[in-house]
């Protein structure tokens, strides 16, 4: 019954004496000090402080202009078109106008931006094949039963890209113009790519691969989301590389937004113009939208942003200001905490038995 | 086999016969599993636990694909992992009953069948069988373990030596005798095959101390009782061999009747965290009935506008969806009741009962019994042979001279006893005892020139002053707790025959000749002064028998212990009969000499807040020194030591005290209460058990003397009953197991008295003083780590979960998780397990030598300070304001920002890993701050757990994992994009801070107005702890001091030597005896 140790002996059952066993180990006892906690939080306001007002002119660096056109301008007559569902086919667009009294400086962001759309949805964001997307030539054919019932249409033909997620891209399209002057219009370059993350682009996203096929070739055999006007492999008229299931807009509509709302990259200002070499210059500016997305459904609005950004991100007031509060509110805990210890805890005679 | 037996009844070198009764075989099966029957029996065991059958129920919600909210992995690879742990160690048990079955199974033996001796596997000996039992004498002493129960027959001198300590764990020989019909039939095969012996006796029962049957021989019954059978289990020793019948076999042996499951005993927080997790589960329903009726609102004012994006499942309406949802999050909150939490629990029992046996400072190297704490693991050694060095020259010249009362006094000691002796070696001569004291007795008279040389059943031989007597042997009496005394018949070489008794002295004093009432008187003196000293007494009587009188005496006697009725009844008659008219010889103490250590552990404990009540079986007079020690600055005298009497004892029952205390201007007044085993019994009655618990509670200490054993369970059952008290009982005597038992915590003492207390115990050690270190260090500790374990544990997942519950306002109530399914899979199980964990392990407040200079610090424990509802419901609100901070912040930080290339930092995967980092980053630094002592061990774990976070993440968010498992690791390129951005750094030193630093001020805080006891201890510098070390050994003097004082008087005093009747005081050097306080307090696990 005893236990077996190769030991004998009159202590032969002795336990070792290690410092593990006999719970002697090296310790270091940290300990709530006057001496250790008071400059901790002394040291800790002023590090706050000092990060959030560092941050905050860093904010107030950027500019950020916001722009909701769900029913500004003459936008108001798409806006009533989309409120019937059997209107979709019909094209619509319309105009906003607005003008920029500083210049953009530096590289210059086109969002789109959508409130009150729940890309959160559990069953939402599970309505996707990732295997399809990846390119899988089985996928491509046979998505899977998770995209239901996004996966297949009436006559069974498998949808590419399948899913209740690729079926809701936002297809709004966006033209900036600027005014240079009251006769003359000049389209803002913006880059269609580079929006994307490289891993989403690179690794995510594939193309069917086929050798010697067209992109339509591959796509044959299955259908476009229900609610697209056009196939997968022609999204992007102008730059064919930007097709299939690598298109950036695609792809960024398929990063779900984590909160219901959210702005989507759509552009990136092309400097090589000399006009924009520096920037958006200072004028008046205008949007032509083909207004296609319905936002009423969900009693959403949507918008644009142009913005400039820092190596923080973009004008996100949030943390400066979170900074400094918590900064002020450890530096009213460390004068609380001063006083209790000089009235309660100085002369120690709380300590005492 | 339906029918109950009644009556047994087995027929000698007869199968037919018996095998017609379907008599158990003695093939055991100790085992549960086979391999067929392993998987489904196990399983099913092992999910009648509750838990596991609530997380079965979470997998099955789980496959149903409208409800499930997460994968099934998520509850599975816990659920697995928690199972198959299970099943390794019950199929690793299971596999040694296996073992061990078959190796019994399978041991030979030699059975007579057909008039031959036949080498038979045990499993094969049916009932009836006559089977040869062997051991090899004095050399090497193996162990034949006797399958079955067994009528003796026969042996070279008719007695067989037995160690019983595989059945009641008692390590000294006992003497089992052959009835003379059969012992005459020697080894001759022949006569045994033509036995024809009928044995009908008891039914199969669990109680080793009893048989009955009677054996039938020609028309001739013959009396069985337990001294005639041999029990399984037992060793045969200092035997040659011995033939038996079979009588039970297998698993109706007592042994294997009596292996029946000890009852698992629960700790408080046991209880606390059973009615924590209940309401954990409700809340849980209130959580997510809550985002119910939220899902239900949102379904109808925003998911039924949201459909043309995402239609609802068919048959699927805003009323159902909300009852889908509400399952859904019963699958995303499980975690606030996880599964782990057993199992941790589990481990960190396990690991704190490691760390007592490991602990040198409970290991007793005199006889190298390390402390054994029973839940884990179980062994004993057999103990060292008591030393007994009292010699007195001048006592033994007495002895020589030829006085004969002295020479009567110790022949008596030398031949009343059931001493049994054993000659390893040539001329070295070992005693054999059942009770130390008999031994000590025994022994004494041998260093006064008695010496007890041999005994067979008829004889007993002894060296008187070097002369070889040899007596006879006619009857032995024995001891029994009724008759409180023993004698024995013998008859002298000069063929006088005399009887020898010696006993209890109000029974002996009952019993004797109205000659002796002068010397009764003296007697009575050195009695009560003896008890004042706390020595255990025995008085010593004799008497002569005439021959006729015996003669008929014997022939009643034969005829009394061969009856089947009231056997008993009859042979207490016969002994009542002739033990009376006694002569008085003299009386015997026996300093029950208190292991080293005891007041001051008693002290200690006193300090701790810890009640004390001492339950011994030994007169008052024994329990005031006791209580002097207990309270040397106390005077306690109880007036009247006599026992009360019944009428008194009905009317007050227990009568108060007042004591005198020094400093009673602190106290109101001390109180103890001493009440003796004749008024408990009254006082245990129902209507006035409250009373004595009352009266008992408001009493400083409380001492029952004179208890028998279950009065002493009733006591600890009565305070369990009434007091919330957790009690926990230490004795080391066989008389203190059912009070063992049923207390919350039993320890036992392996000390003289036999093993019973020790293997009932739940831990034992070899010395009283080791108590305070299990209570002080590792109970305080063990306390302290599960309280904290508990608190950290409920608030890492209550922080995991609330997250996920603000999260819903924001994701329509769709029980979308925040986190990443793998990181609710993992983080339990991997990234937070370790480091918590090393906190319930390893933690400690302050060390063990401050816990034992301030045995105060054991008080809060007992208030429950450490954890309790009050300290639950402050761990949901930290919970709830970390969970707040967890979720608000983050999405403050990164609703409207972008990466510092324009690209998506708002996305649901990034957010996920912000989420779960800042989760990660903050339970940590948590831990670190709950942690006392900061340990290359804990940090390790901490850090090292933090490591393996950012490398498993970093794995599966990787392309190849992408790429292989394409729907399981969706989250790939995260951790390369988002955690590169500053943003996402400072988000997490912002959470860090606000979660931490509330706890840390308001920590600081408290210890500035209202320090608690552990703080002063632990802000003591260390300058006064060399005080405390001078005064610990001064006290520790002062104690050896009084404590030698009372034997070393009265032996060397020459008084003593002149005195009659001679009196004989023997002391032991090693310790022999610990009184059997009795503690109740609330403690911890």
């Known amino acids: 019954m005893g236990k077996t140790k190769d030991k004998s002996g009159p202590l032969a059952r002795r336990p070792d004496n290690s410092a593990f066993k006999q719970q002697r180990l090296p310790a270091w006892s940290p300990m709530l000090t006057a001496n250790t906690v008071l400059p901790f939080f002394y040291l800790l306001a002023v590090i706050c402080m000092l990060l959030g007002v560092w941050l905050l002119l860093l904010v107030q660096s950027t500019q950020e202009i916001k722009l909701d056109y769900t029913d500004l301008g003459n936008c108001n007559e798409c806006f009533d078109l989309r409120r019937n569902v059997s209107n979709a086919v019909q094209t619509c667009s319309c105009r906003v106008e607005f003008s920029i009294d500083k210049s953009l400086k530096g590289d210059v962001f086109f969002y789109y931006g959508l409130k009150n759309f729940h890309q959160n949805l559990r069953r939402y964001m599970d309505s996707r094949d990732d295997g399809q997307t990846l390119g899988r030539i089985k996928k491509l054919k046979n998505p899977s039963s998770y995209c239901a019932p996004f996966d297949k249409d009436n006559d069974g033909v498998p949808i590419a890209p399948c899913g209740a997620i690729a079926n809701s891209m936002f297809n709004d399209s966006f033209t900036l113009n600027y005014h240079l002057s009251s006769s003359r219009i000049v389209p803002v370059p913006l880059l269609r790519t580079g929006l994307t993350w490289y891993t989403d682009k690179n690794v995510k996203f594939r193309n069917p691969r086929a050798d010697n096929l067209t992109l339509a070739e591959v796509f044959e055999g299955t259908r476009p989301p229900l609610y697209w006007q056009k196939p997968v492999y022609s999204l992007d008229p102008h730059d064919p590389n930007n097709n299939g299931f690598i298109n950036e807009d695609l792809i960024v509509w398929m990063r779900e937004a984590a909160f219901p709302n959210f702005k989507k990259l759509y552009g990136i200002l092309n400097r090589a113009d000399p006009i924009f070499e520096k920037g958006l210059p200072k004028g008046n500016y205008t949007i032509d939208i083909s207004y296609n997305f319905p936002v009423q459904h969900f009693q959403g609005r949507k918008g644009v942003v142009l913005t400039t950004l820092t190596w923080f991100g973009g004008q996100n007031h949030f943390l400066p200001i979170a900074y400094l509060v918590t900064s002020s509110l450890i530096l009213l805990t460390a004068v609380v905490l001063t006083v209790a210890w000089w009235k309660f805890g100085k002369d120690g005679k709380n300590m005492k038995e | ?1085």
């Not at chain 2, 005829?559 to 009844?569: D, K, V």
């Not at chain 2, 008295?753 to 270190?773: H, K, P």
Request: proline letters at 4%; one cysteine or more; glycine letters at 6%.
């Open chain 2, 1 to 1085: 086999m339906f029918f109950s037996e009644e009556e047994r009844y087995v027929r000698a070198n007869d199968r037919p016969s018996n095998l017609s009764y379907n008599y158990a075989n003695n093939a055991i099966r100790t085992s549960k599993y086979n391999i067929i029957t392993f998987l489904p029996l196990n399983l099913f065991e092992q999910f009648r636990r509750l838990a596991n059958a609530y997380f079965l129920f979470l997998l099955i919600l789980q496959l149903i694909p409208q409800i499930s909210s997460l994968s099934w992995f998520t509850t599975a690879l816990p659920l697995i992992l928690v199972l198959s742990m299970t099943a390794v160690k019950d199929a690793n048990d299971d596999i040694n009953r296996h073992k061990s079955d078959r190796q019994v199974n399978n041991r030979m033996v030699n059975v007579l069948i057909d008039g031959v001796l036949k080498n038979e596997k045990w499993m094969n000996v049916q009932v009836g069988d006559i089977v040869k039992l062997e051991s090899n004498q004095f050399v090497t002493l193996t162990h034949v373990t006797h399958p079955t129960i067994l009528t003796l027959l026969i042996e070279p001198l008719n007695l067989v030596y037995v160690e019983t300590a595989e059945l009641d764990g008692e390590t000294n020989l006992k003497v089992k005798q052959a009835l003379t019909l059969t012992g005459e039939m020697g080894d001759s095969i022949e006569a045994l095959s033509a036995f024809k012996g009928e044995v009908r006796c008891e039914p199969p029962n669990n109680r080793l101390d009893k048989f009955k049957g009677t054996l039938t021989v020609n028309g001739q019954n013959y009396g069985l009782d337990n001294d005639k059978i041999l029990l399984r289990g037992c060793t045969l020793r200092n035997t040659e061999w011995c033939f038996g019948l079979v009588i039970f076999g297998g698993p109706d042996t007592k042994l294997m009747q009596n292996s029946g499951k000890t009852k698992f005993k629960r700790t408080s927080i046991d209880h606390l965290m059973n009615i924590l997790v209940l309401c954990i589960f409700g809340f849980l329903f209130t959580l997510c009935f809550i985002l119910a009726i939220g899902n239900a609102v949102w379904e109808v004012k925003e998911g039924s506008v949201f459909t043309v994006f995402l239609p609802r499942e068919p048959g699927v309406n805003a009323a159902l969806s909300s009852f889908l949802s509400f399952w859904s999050y019963v699958i995303v909150l499980n975690a606030v009741v996880p599964i782990s939490l057993y199992v941790s629990v589990e481990v960190i029992r396990l690991g704190n009962s490691f760390f007592i046996n490991w602990d040198r400072k409970m290991y007793y190297p005199k006889n190298d019994t390390p402390a054994q704490s029973h839940s884990v693991d179980f062994s004993w050694n057999k103990l060292a042979d008591p030393k007994f060095d009292f010699h007195d020259y001048n006592l033994v010249e007495t002895v020589r001279e030829g006085n004969p009362e002295a020479q009567a006094f110790f022949r008596l000691l030398a031949l009343c006893h059931t001493v049994m002796p054993e000659e390893k070696k040539e001329g070295e001569l070992n005693y054999q005892a059942q009770s130390p004291d008999e031994g000590a007795l025994v022994t004494a008279a041998r260093n006064f020139g008695f010496v007890f040389r041999s005994r067979t059943p008829e004889t007993i031989t002894i060296m008187e002053m070097g002369e070889k007597v040899t007596y006879e042997l006619l009857a032995v009496l024995d001891f029994n707790n009724v008759r409180k005394r023993m004698s024995v018949i013998v008859r002298g070489p000069d063929g006088k025959m005399t009887l020898y008794c010696k006993g209890a002295d109000t029974i002996i004093y009952e019993r004797l000749d109205h000659s002796c009432k002068r010397l009764m008187k003296v007697t009575t003196g050195h009695l009560n002064e003896y008890a004042g000293d706390g020595l255990r007494t025995l008085v010593l009587a004799y008497k002569h028998l005439k021959e006729n009188y015996m003669e008929e005496w014997t022939q009643r006697h034969h005829e009394a212990s061969t009856a089947l009725e009231g056997r008993e009844e009859r042979l207490d008659q016969l002994y009542e009969e002739i033990e009376k008219d006694m002569i008085l010889l003299g009386a015997t103490a026996v300093e029950d000499k208190l292991q080293d250590g005891v007041p001051q552990t008693i002290e200690q404990l006193a300090k701790a807040d810890i009640k004390i009540w001492v339950l011994t079986g030994d007169k008052q007079g024994m329990s005031c020194y006791i209580l002097e020690l207990l309270y040397a600055r106390r005077k306690m005298c109880p007036e009247s030591a006599e026992e009360p009497s019944v009428t008194k004892a009905r009317a007050g029952l227990f009568w108060l005290q007042k004591t005198e205390t020094v400093q009673d201007e602190q106290v109101e007044g001390d109180y103890a209460l001493i009440i003796n085993g004749h008024s408990l019994a009254f006082a245990l009655e129902k209507d006035l058990e409250l009373e004595l618990l009352r009266t008992a509670c408001m009493c400083q200490t409380v001492i029952c003397c004179r208890v028998t054993p279950l009065q002493k369970a009733q006591v600890v059952e009565l305070v369990k009953k009434y007091k919330q008290a957790i009690t926990l009982a230490i004795g080391d005597g066989a008389n203190d197991v059912s009070m063992i038992k049923a207390a919350h915590i039993g320890v036992g003492i392996s000390g003289q008295e036999g093993m019973q207390a020790v293997l009932s115990s739940d831990f034992s050690f070899a010395q009283f003083r080791y108590l305070q270190r299990l209570l002080l260090v590792h109970g305080r500790w063990s306390y302290l780590r599960m309280c904290k374990f508990l608190q950290y544990f409920f608030y890492k997942n209550f922080t995991f979960t609330f997250v996920h519950f603000w999260y819903a306002f924001f994701c329509g109530f769709s029980a979308q998780t925040v986190y990443d399914e793998w990181f609710i899979t993992l983080y339990n199980l991997v990234y937070t397990s370790l480091p918590i964990l090393s906190l319930g392990l390893f933690d400690q407040d302050v060390n063990d030598r401050w816990s034992f200079e301030y045995p105060q610090l054991y008080s809060p424990g007992q208030l429950n300070m450490y954890f309790s509802k009050k300290a639950f419901v402050h761990c949901m609100v930290h919970s709830c304001y970390c969970s707040l901070v967890l979720f608000f912040i983050p999405w403050g930080a990164i609703h409207d920002t972008v990466r510092d290339d324009g690209r998506d930092l708002a996305d649901y995967q990034s957010f996920a890993l912000l989420a779960q980092t800042c989760l990660l980053v903050v339970v940590s630094i948590q831990l670190c701050i709950d942690t006392y002592a900061w340990t290359t061990v804990n940090q390790f774990f901490v850090w090292g757990s933090l490591f393996a976070y950012l490398a498993i993440t970093f794995t599966m968010y990787s392309n190849g994992m992408f790429l292989i498992f394409t729907s399981v690791f969706p989250f790939i390129g995260t951790v390369r994009n988002s955690l590169n951005q500053p943003n996402v750094w400072l988000t997490i030193f912002l959470t860090s801070l606000l979660c931490v630093l509330p706890v840390v001020a308001l920590r600081f805080i408290l210890i500035q107005i209202r320090p608690t006891i552990n703080d002063k201890v632990r802000k003591t510098p260390e300058t006064e702890y060399c005080l405390c070390i001078l005064r610990v050994s001064t006290r520790r003097s002062g104690y050896a001091f009084s404590h030698s004082q009372g034997y070393g008087a009265l032996v060397t005093s020459e008084r003593f030597l002149f005195k009659r009747p001679l009196k004989s005081l023997l002391a032991f050097s090693a310790q022999t005896e610990t009184p059997r306080p009795q503690l109740f307090r609330p403690i911890p696990e």
